[in-house]
C-alpha cells in the first residue's frame, strides 16, 4: 500500500490507472476506523481495479464546541488495517494541503444542508459538502463509497454530485451493527460501560418503528410518538432529534406509503450519536443506492 500524503501525487496516481483503464474506487473517512468503514473497503475492492482511502479530520465539519481535538486519531492502526484489505493508496494529506491559507470557497446544498444535523450542527453539511467536493477534485473517482449510518449526508452528496457535474457513481453501503444492534461509529470509543448500554436504544427505537410499519402503521406521526416513548425509557439518553423524511430531499413526510427514511440523534452521557432505518412498507424494496 503506497501512503500519499500531497494532493498533486494522489492525482497523478488516479490519473495512471485511469488512463490504464482501470476503475477508480474511493473511500473518504476520517480515520478512527471499524468494520463499517472496512465494509466500505472490501465493497470498493470488489468494484474497482484500484482503491483509494483517505484518512482526514476535517475541521470545518466541526462546532466550536464540538469534539475536533479529541477525535480519535489512529493512523498507524488505521494504516495495518487498510494494507491488510488489500488498499492500494492511503492519502492522507495535512489540514493545509486541504485549506490553503486564503481559501475562500465553499460548497453548500441549499435546501438540505440545514436539515437533521445540519439544524443541530449548524455549518456542519458545509463543512462536509466542501471537504468531499475538494476530495472528488483531487482523486477523481470513478466510484466512491459511504455508509448507511451517514444517510442524510449519503443523500446531500448524491445531491452535488448531480448539481455540480461531477462524473462518478456514489454507493451507499448498509450499516454494520454491533450484535446489540448499535450502529458502529467512531464516538462509540467515548462511551462508559453504563453509556454504551444505554445507546442500545436508539437501535431499539428504530426497531419499534419497523415493526409498526410492517403491521401496517403509515402515518409518520403515530410512528414518531412511538419512537419517542421507546427512548422515554433511558431517561439518561436525551433525544436531539426524531424524523421521518424523504430519502432523497430530507423533506419531512406525514405518511410513508411511498418509502421513507427515519432518523435519529441522540445524546448519551456527552456523546451525541446518530442512526437511521430506510422504512419500506411490506413487498418494498428499501433501496440505499438510487
Not at 73 to 90: F, I
Not at 219 to 245: N, W
Request: no cysteine.
Amino acid at each position: 500500500m503506497r501512503f500519499i500524503s500531497s494532493p498533486t501525487e494522489v492525482t497523478a496516481a488516479s490519473k495512471i490507472a485511469r488512463l490504464a483503464g482501470k476503475r477508480v474506487g474511493f473511500v473518504p473517512t476520517m480515520g478512527a476506523l471499524h468494520q463499517g468503514h472496512l465494509s466500505l473497503v472490501r465493497a470498493a475492492s470488489a468494484q474497482s481495479d484500484l482503491v483509494i482511502a483517505s484518512i482526514f479530520v476535517n475541521p470545518t465539519q466541526f462546532g466550536p464546541n464540538e469534539d475536533f481535538a479529541k477525535y480519535p486519531r489512529t493512523l498507524e492502526q488505521d494504516s495495518s488495517l487498510l494494507a491488510a484489505e488489500g488498499v492500494d493508496v492511503l492519502f492522507s494529506p495535512s489540514v493545509g494541503d486541504i485549506y490553503p491559507q486564503d481559501a475562500r470557497t465553499w460548497v453548500v446544498v441549499e435546501g438540505m444542508s440545514e436539515r437533521l444535523d445540519g439544524r443541530s450542527r449548524p455549518g456542519h453539511f458545509r463543512g462536509v459538502t466542501t471537504v468531499v467536493a475538494k476530495l472528488f477534485n483531487i482523486v477523481q473517482p470513478d466510484v466512491a463509497f459511504f455508509g448507511q449510518k451517514d444517510a442524510a449526508q449519503a443523500a446531500i452528496l448524491r445531491k452535488m454530485a448531480r448539481d455540480l457535474h461531477f462524473h462518478l457513481q456514489i454507493v451507499v453501503g448498509p450499516t454494520v451493527r454491533e450484535p446489540d444492534g448499535l450502529a458502529m461509529s467512531s464516538r462509540n470509543v467515548y462511551l462508559s460501560p453504563d453509556q454504551r448500554r444505554q445507546a442500545t436504544v436508539l437501535y431499539r427505537l428504530l426497531s419499534r418503528i419497523q415493526a409498526l410499519v410492517d403491521q401496517g402503521e403509515r402515518r409518520s406521526a403515530v410512528l414518531i410518538s412511538s419512537g419517542t416513548r421507546v427512548i422515554a425509557e433511558e431517561p439518561e439518553v436525551r433525544l436531539d432529534y426524531l424524523e421521518i423524511v424523504d430519502r432523497d430531499t430530507l423533506q419531512p413526510l406525514a405518511d410513508i406509503s411511498e418509502g421513507a427514511l427515519v432518523a435519529v440523534a441522540a445524546y448519551v452521557g456527552p456523546t451525541r450519536l446518530i442512526d437511521n432505518l430506510p422504512l419500506a412498507p411490506r413487498g418494498q424494496e428499501a433501496t440505499l443506492n438510487r
